[in-house]
């Protein structure tokens, strides 16, 4: 058998309908979204199915819904795979994804992540609102040549930093508004192929989010964390971890620190993985995978 690695995607994954197809064909799905409907005080499943779509996409209800969609589906695919955790060696998830890693390891009970989740999406939207900024995604450069156009391009008093190393010639900058507008030309002027303005709330990654952190630490202290069954490998440094009192600090730093997702794939592939599975909404990060190493072996469950 091979040495699995299971990946959870992010926030920007969510689309209007997500869910449709595990809701009418899994018991467990069903039971999985009215647990968490009951938690979040509105119908998560019909949010997600129905929308409207505009709510869908605010951070407090699409954090919800990703980690609760990851979990449908993860039942269902180890309801079609049940000998497959036998293999699994590690797991990740893109931001918001480490929570599904999380809850997957056994790290965390599901229904201590939809709380979490549902405070951290609170928290992130209310430090968003109170700012205005945002985040895009760099198509072209190289991190080095990236962090010199933010340099160049940032205003006086503003943040404009590195968010997100996704994959090679991929990169997300966050930081305030102005400088986000500022960067799309810089960065196009020295050799960007693309920039992509990010459907997103504001500058995640970032000191922005600093009183996120506060509000999460409170959940965080509430919650109860087991030693994981498979490592995290966390967006914080990229490196295994399994102890329960490494959990809560890392979630926390990684509210305002960039994403290592390149340097998080790369590290398990080191580590000895050689088949991953992408279990949740969309195929964003089977995509990264194949910028890292197009010959790697990555499978996709969802609906």
């Given at each position: 058998m091979p040495n699995i690695a299971l990946l959870f995607p992010g926030q920007?994954?969510?689309?209007?309908?997500?869910?449709?197809?595990?809701?009418?064909?899994?018991?467990?799905?069903?039971?999985?979204?009215?647990?968490?409907?009951?938690?979040?005080?509105?119908?998560?499943?019909?949010?997600?199915v129905d929308g409207p779509e505009d709510q869908l996409h605010l951070t407090n209800h699409s954090q919800p819904a990703l980690f609760v969609h990851s979990m449908a589906a993860l039942a269902d695919f180890l309801d079609q795979n049940p000998a497959i955790l036998n293999s699994v060696v590690a797991v990740a998830g893109l931001s918001l994804g480490e929570y599904s890693a999380l809850a997957c390891a056994n790290a965390i009970s599901f229904e201590d992540g939809v709380r979490l989740v549902q405070q951290r999406g609170a928290a992130m939207q209310e430090a968003a609102t109170a700012v205005p900024s945002g985040m895009a995604s760099v198509l072209g450069l190289t991190s080095e040549q990236l962090d010199a156009v933010c340099n160049s391009a940032r205003?006086?008093?503003e943040i404009l930093q590195i968010a997100n190393l996704l994959c090679p010639g991929n990169i997300a900058v966050s930081g305030h508004t102005a400088s986000i507008e500022a960067v799309a030309d810089a960065a196009i002027a020295a050799g960007a192929m693309?920039?992509?303005?990010?459907?997103?709330?504001?500058?995640?990654?970032?000191?922005?989010?600093?009183?996120?952190?506060?509000?999460?630490?409170?959940?965080?202290?509430?919650?109860t964390f087991s030693n994981a069954?498979?490592?995290?490998?966390?967006?914080?440094?990229?490196?295994p971890h399994a102890m329960a009192e490494e959990f809560s600090p890392l979630l926390m730093k990684q509210v305002v620190s960039p994403v290592q997702w390149e340097?998080?794939?790369?590290?398990?592939q080191s580590a000895g993985v050689d088949q991953f599975y992408e279990i949740g909404a969309g195929r964003?990060?089977?995509?990264t995978l194949k910028r890292v190493d197009r010959k790697a072996a990555c499978d996709c469950f969802g609906d």
């Open positions: 920007g994954a969510q689309f209007l309908g997500m869910g449709k197809g595990l809701l009418e064909r899994s018991e467990k799905a069903r039971s999985l979204f009215a647990t968490a409907s009951e938690i979040l005080g509105y119908d998560l499943g019909k949010l997600c205003l006086p008093a693309k920039t992509i303005r990010l459907n997103v709330a504001g500058a995640f990654h970032t000191d922005i989010m600093k009183p996120a952190v506060e509000r999460l630490g409170v959940a965080l202290s509430a919650t069954r498979f490592p995290l490998f966390s967006n914080v440094d990229a490196q340097s998080t794939l790369r590290n398990l964003v990060l089977a995509g």
